[in-house]
């Protein structure tokens, strides 16, 4: 495979060090015991119903400069840079579309996993994650104002810390309105991981790996993703990795919709300081665009001056 020599490439068949360390061999006894401290904390202070999106949430526009809209959302460790381009027409399109498409792609930056270093070539889990955040997105989308074409959104994982599909939603959709696409609603994801009789609200990538494990007896585990328009009420996409019944299901979906409610403000205050950063630029750039004007009517005086008297 041809290698990329803008960038250090490591050898293809290289091991971890993290293989040869004692955490590697831990079972899940073992790691379900290091997920909480004795206060009933996990590691990073939170407790199990406390999101990232409370009080380790940053997020802000303008973030590409090439790109129509662009957004950068940071959840502790977890960052991830969305950038949305303007409408093109659909490639390889030899029938009318009534609807417009999106087009999302999902990459891994190859140092942005703990666990392993990503490759150059998409992967099944970039691809998968690609999929969820257009179908995600499409209902957000107003799709209809503008037939044959479609939105290019690249999502860019810098730093991967648990609840990453749901990260690449918010930053999607805090792109999506930085571009002034048409939406019916402010789009918002949250996450959750649920291991036996607990719910970690808003996941690690340590909890959602053993939650995502096998415990061997049949009790709920596993992850949900759940992205939602607040405002209409609607879920727009529901993803569930793991085993769980139907009670814990409901629980689960109860939860997630009251996170996505709580982090609409904080995507409505960014996209209202983009709005008054840009209404304070244009004001910036007439007055500018004024001064200019003046001087040019000056300097249009003195040559008609100049031409009259000679």
Known sequence: MPLDYRRF???EDSVSYKRFT???FKTYDELHKDLLNDKGLRKDGRALSDARSMCMFFARTDMVSQAKGSAYVELKKTKVVCSVFDPREIPHQNEFSQLG??????KFAPFSCPRERR??????EEKALSVALRQALEPAVCRHLFPNYQIDVFVYILEHDGACLAAAINAAGLALGDAAVPM?????ACSLAVIGDKTF???TEAEEHVAIMSPGNNINHGTVTMSMLSGLKQISDFRLTGSMDVECTTNAMEILEKECDRIVPNIQKVLVVNVVNRLKQQAVLKEEAKKREESLNVKM???KSLLNAG
């Open 9 to 11: 490439n490591g050898p």
């Open 22 to 24: 004692k955490d590697y």
């Open 101 to 106: 498409q999106l087009y999302c792609e999902v």
């Open 119 to 124: 490759p150059h070539a998409p992967d099944t």
């Open 184 to 188: 019916y609603d402010i789009i918002t």
């Open 201 to 203: 609200i808003d996941p």
């Open 301 to 303: 005086e003195e040559w």
